[in-house]
């Protein structure tokens, strides 16, 4: 049977994190360059893919390194049909001002303000070249305390109307999410979309725990909430999107395989859910393979997928105008011949 090409469908990308969506040829190339060791690639579950992560996060030293990753994720994302892209980036690994303990600093002779500014040029090159929008996640590593999170969340919030859109929490899930309450409830007030992670290496009390302390617009994962019936009707009742991402969850032991992947019970559920690929860096699978691997496996219409797509225009937090531009090419290429 013919489908629809799966590149050709226009959609927002939503649980990204800017270093771990590099190209492996580049993170390779700045470490020669950097005299740094090459960033090896072996985890198994996340509290040591979070010590993995901030090694290749290290290479990016100088501001033409930053601005140059960020141009081409830009450039990465048009190329598999993303219209509108939300990557995470956590201030602790910029700027010279943050006051997180034993965080890599980079880019010395930049603030926060300044690293921003560097990374809004690579993503204003990108959108020119290929008309893919960027909104940023400005997001805070919970590995790295709780000083400095306001902060981060006031920087936010300061940009908010200057290309940041969300404020995100990452990093190891065995902290919890209640000491960046205050954080998260600055970022709300000034209109920016709260995505913590949870539901991932925790369990559904990690989800109800960012539920309850931070008033998500969103979850990364949220996967592990089919574990609590009550939780599902939850998500689904105040539909709180879920940014999935089924290889990482495969690479991180979350799901044991494919086949057993918690995406089907979300969807029965009626929890809106977005594809996302977390870090293709580190787990190979780009947003479009992870579009197939879902369809493929579980057999999905090429509605089910125009579906999540529809999703992750309207949970995203673009402008309304890029979110109606999406949704209509969704439209169009449910109209379209099967090409594929
Ligand atoms: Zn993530």
Same mark, same amino acid.
């Given at each position: 049977m013919k489908r629809r090409s799966i590149v050709r469908l226009p959609k927002a990308h939503l649980h990204l994190h800017l270093e771990g969506s590099a190209r492996p040829s580049t993170i390779k190339e700045l470490a020669e360059l950097e005299g740094m060791p090459d960033v090896e690639q072996t985890f198994s579950n996340l509290p040591e893919f979070v010590q993995v992560y901030a090694k290749a996060a290290a290479?990016?030293?100088r501001p033409e390194s930053l601005k140059r990753i960020c141009r081409e994720l830009v450039e990465d994302e048009a190329a598999q049909g993303v219209w509108y892209t939300e990557p995470m980036g956590v201030?602790?690994?910029?700027?010279?001002?943050?006051?997180?303990?034993?965080a890599q600093i980079?880019?010395?002779?930049?603030?926060t303000d300044g690293a921003w500014a560097i990374m809004q040029e690579g993503f204003a090159e990108g959108t020119r070249a290929t008309g893919t929008e960027v909104g940023l996640m400005m997001g805070i590593n919970?590995?790295?305390?709780?000083?400095g999170t306001v902060e981060a969340a006031r920087f936010a919030a300061r940009n908010k109307d200057n290309g940041i859109v969300a404020f995100g929490i990452a990093g190891d899930? !065995? *902290?919890?999410?209640e000491p960046f309450a205050p954080a998260c409830h600055i970022a709300r007030e000034a209109g920016l979309l709260v995505v913590p992670h949870a539901g991932?290496?925790?369990?559904p009390e990690s989800v109800w725990a960012a539920i309850k302390s931070?008033?998500?617009? !969103? *979850?990364?994962?949220?996967?592990?909430?089919?574990?609590?019936p009550f939780l599902l009707s939850y998500l689904s009742d105040h539909q709180i999107t879920c940014d999935v991402a089924p290889t990482s969850n495969l690479l991180l032991g979350v799901a044991q395989d494919i086949e057993l992947h918690q995406l089907p019970k979300l969807m029965d559920a009626g929890v809106p859910i977005t594809l996302n690929t977390d870090d293709q860096l580190f787990f190979g699978a780009l947003i479009c393979d992870e579009y197939r691997l879902v369809r493929d496996t579980f057999n999905l219409t090429d509605g089910q997928l125009a579906d999540f797509a529809r999703v992750s225009a309207r949970a995203s937090g673009a402008p309304e105008h890029v979110k109606q531009r999406i949704l209509k090419g969704i439209d169009a290429w449910l109209e379209s011949e099967p090409d594929e």
């Open positions: 290479v990016i030293k201030p602790q690994y910029l700027g010279n001002q943050h006051p997180f303990r034993g980079r880019l010395k002779e930049f603030d919970r590995g790295f305390g709780v000083d899930e !065995r *902290i919890p999410p991932e290496a925790m369990g931070t008033f998500p617009h !969103r *979850i990364a994962h949220g996967v592990r909430a089919v574990e609590d």
